[in-house]
């Protein structure tokens, strides 16, 4: 059974930066999609990064490009969300999720995802 654990949210200023992290585990398929997740209150949920174990192709929304880089750490079997330039608009509770079908990153926002981890919040304020 695959689990997602993620860590790293908190308060922080605007313009400042935070590292989200994803530990996976049970992952027994070879190709997948691996990213993240975020829903603000009163908002639809937004497919904001993805990377694919495939060939590390990324997916980035229109919302964070050029702010976010997502990368896997094999090490540890996880996925870091480096976030640069945080703005009050990022506040949102970040989910870390897999799509476990060929599918990997294409169409992230819509994909059919596998398992989804707990959520960790992440506040932008002054």
């Known amino acids: 059974q695959v689990q997602l654990v993620e860590s790293g949210g908190g308060l922080v200023q605007p313009g400042g930066s935070l590292t989200l992290s994803c530990a996976a585990s049970?992952?027994?398929?070879?190709?997948?999609?691996i990213g993240w997740f975020r829903q603000a209150p009163g908002k639809e949920r937004e497919g904001v990064s993805c990377i694919s174990s495939l060939d590390n192709d990324t997916y980035y929304s229109d919302s964070v490009k050029g702010r976010f880089t997502i990368s896997r750490d094999l090490a540890k079997n996880a996925v870091n969300l480096q976030m640069n330039s945080l703005q009050f608009e990022d506040t949102a509770v970040y989910y870390c999720a897999i799509d476990l079908s060929w599918d990997l990153c294409t169409n992230w926002p819509t994909a059919l995802i596998n398992a989804w981890g707990q959520g960790t919040q992440v506040t932008v304020s002054s």
């Open positions: 049970g992952v027994t398929w070879k190709y997948y999609g």
